[in-house]
Structure formats: C-alpha cells, structure tokens
C-alpha cells in the first residue's frame, strides 16, 4: 500500500483490531470510495452534467484567457512602435524618393539577383537532404516496431504455456503459505495477548501507587492524631498535683521496661490506647518484679509522710484505691507503624 498507493498504515494498531485499527482500515475505504463516487457521478443527472460540463469548459479555456493576455500585451507593444515609425514617415519618405529617382546599374544588380539565387538553392538542397534523413529514419523505426511487435507475440505465447503448466512446487509453496497463515494467526493472538497483559500491568502498578499514596495519607493522620492526642494528655496531666505526678513518674520506669519487652503494636491499637482511661496501679508481672515493689513501697512512704495530718491522711486513703489513671503510654513513633503495614 505504501509503495503503490502511497497510503501509509501503522502494523501495530492493525494487530491490535480495536478502534485505532478502524482508524487505519479508514485511510483505505476512504481511497476506494472516493473511486467509485467519482465513477457514480457518471450516471448522474442531465442538470449535475451540464454544470460539470460548465466547470470542465471554463477550466480548458484557462490556457486561451493566457494566450489572449500576451496577445494584449504584444499588441501594446508593436503599436508603440508603430506610432514611432510614422513618426520618422516625414524623413524616410525623402530617403525613399531618393533611392527611386537613382537609375540602377545592371551588373550590381544582376551580381546581387545570382548571391541571392545561390543561397536560395543551398537552402532547397539542405531540405532534401533532412527529407532523405527523415525517410531513412523512418524506415529504420518501421523495421524496429516489427521487431518489436514479434517479440511480443512470442512472449505473450510463452505466457500462455506457462500459465497452462502448473510447476512443479506449487504443491509445497501451498503448504507453506498455509503453515505461514496459521503462524501469522498465533501470532496475532499473541501480540494481542502480550498487548492485553501490558494493559493489566499498567493498570495494576496504577493501583499499587494509589494504595501506596492512600496508606501514607492514612499515616500521615494519624500521626497528626496522636500528637493532638499527647498535646492535650499534657496539658490534662499539667493540671494533675505534685503527688499525682511523682507517681506517675515512679510507675513510667516500670511500664518503659515492659515496652521494651513487649512486641511493637499496630497503629490502630495506638489510637485506641491514646485515649484516656482507668488503669489499676501495678504490672502484668505480678509480685516478682523489683520495680512493682519499689513503686508501692514509694506509695507506703508517701501514706506514712501524711499520716501527720488526719485530713492529708484521709484523703490519701480515698485516693490510693480509687485513683483514676490519668497517665496515657506515649505513642509509638512512626517507623513502627510502618512496620506493621
């Protein structure tokens, strides 16, 4: 298609067979009706015919409307210089009474009258000859056209006998046009496969950024969470007394020992961590930690200082049990709730 009708097609939409390939097969349907609308319009009626016929008519006199300018423009010229020759009439009509009224002499004349006739018979024997040539000529080229015409024909007989005779191959160049048809075939179907699966790729590293995007967004806020969240934990437990907070100082040591040991938690269970909440004083350890005993003998020393004073004393009592845990487990940082994802 490309080298005869100049019509160039991309392979690669065409073995695709989807709608780019349809913009393709376009570039060839619309060559071929082109064609046949222009054969159509042969058919048409007397009116179409006439107007086509008026159009084709004022095109062919383009070339007369410019042989007709130039006409124009020569008749411009040859009469400006007519106009200057009757101009000079006055002065050559003298020259012209003069040459005439001048009696002739015989032998300059008749000297002239044989030049002339000899240049004359040189000219009429150079067209014999080139008449002479041109027959010549023209038997030559006769003798070749028949040359010519005979080699023809014997070819086109030599045509005839071999389209009659089949070869000797044509069986196995079929059965290789036909392996070579089925080859092309699986390698359409591959191609559109290998197409297909590029796309799912495709599709499927999109998906994986957007999660990707989606679980960073995801921890982005929570970690703006969890710092609101340890923001107004410290400014509650600014409120909290002097007791309270030597308290909770004794009890971090020991629950930074257990964090230590315990496995890294989700950031889920972060959240739900940061918010506040009852807590018993003491470990899941049980009595054998050292830290638990040095936290409730503080917790003794501090009773046995107020016992100075009866009220200090009872509102000591009625705080050691009931105390609300207003002490909240610093969140996680960040790295290890990327782990957990």
Same mark, same amino acid.
């Not at 159509?40 to 062919?60: A, Q, R």
């Not at 000899?118 to 038997?139: F, G, P």
């Not at 496969?193 to 590293?205: G, P």
């Given at each position: %298609? ?38 159509? %319009? ?8 006439? #107007? ?42 003298? @020259? ?34 080139? @008449?002479?040539? #041109? ?43 036909? *392996? ?8 359409? *179907? ?16 999109? %998906? ?27 400014k509650s437990g600014s409120n909290d007394d002097s007791d309270i907070d030597i308290q909770e100082d004794d009890e971090s040591d020991s629950e930074l020992e257990e964090r230590r040991l315990s496995k890294p938690r989700t950031a889920m269970e972060v959240l739900m ?32 200082? *107020? ?26 940082? @960040? ?7």
């Amino acid at each position: %298609m490309a080298t005869k009708a100049h019509i160039k097609l991309n392979t690669k939409k065409l073995y695709q067979a989807d709608g780019y390939a349809v913009k393709e097969l376009l570039k060839i349907t619309s060559v071929l009706y082109n064609a046949m609308k222009s054969k159509g %319009m042969e058919g048409s009626k007397i009116g179409e015919e006439d #107007v086509s016929k008026f159009k084709f008519d004022l095109g062919s006199k383009i070339s007369d409307l410019k042989a007709a300018r130039q006409l124009a423009s020569e008749i411009t010229a040859k009469g400006a210089s007519l106009y200057d020759l009757l101009g000079k009439e006055v002065e050559l009509r003298e @020259l012209r009474t003069e040459a005439i009224a001048r009696p002739l002499e015989i032998n300059e004349t008749e000297k002239v009258m044989r030049i002339a006739i000899k240049e004359v018979l040189a000219q009429i024997q150079k067209t014999k000859d080139l @008449l002479n040539n #041109v027959a010549s000529d023209e038997a030559n080229l006769e003798a070749k056209i028949e040359k010519r015409k005979l080699e023809l024909e014997r070819n086109r007989k030599r045509l005839q006998t071999l389209q009659s005779v089949r070869p000797a191959f044509m069986d196995e160049y079929e059965k290789i046009e036909e *392996e070579l048809q089925k080859q092309y075939d699986i390698y359409l *179907e591959k191609f559109r496969n290998l197409a297909y699966l590029e796309q799912q790729l495709e599709d499927h590293h999109r %998906m994986e950024q957007e999660r990707f995007e989606e679980a960073e967004n995801t921890l982005r806020l929570m970690q703006n969470k969890l710092k609101e969240e340890e923001k107004r934990l410290l400014k509650s437990g600014s409120n909290d007394d002097s007791d309270i907070d030597i308290q909770e100082d004794d009890e971090s040591d020991s629950e930074l020992e257990e964090r230590r040991l315990s496995k890294p938690r989700t950031a889920m269970e972060v959240l739900m961590q940061g918010r506040p909440s009852k807590r018993i004083v003491g470990t899941m350890q049980g009595g054998d930690s050292d830290d638990d005993e040095d936290s409730e003998d503080s917790e003794i020393d501090m009773e046995d200082d *107020e016992e100075d004073d009866d009220d200090l004393e009872d509102e000591s009592i009625a705080l050691s049990p009931t105390k609300p845990n207003r002490r909240v487990r610093k969140p996680e940082p @960040l790295d290890e709730s990327d782990n957990d994802f």
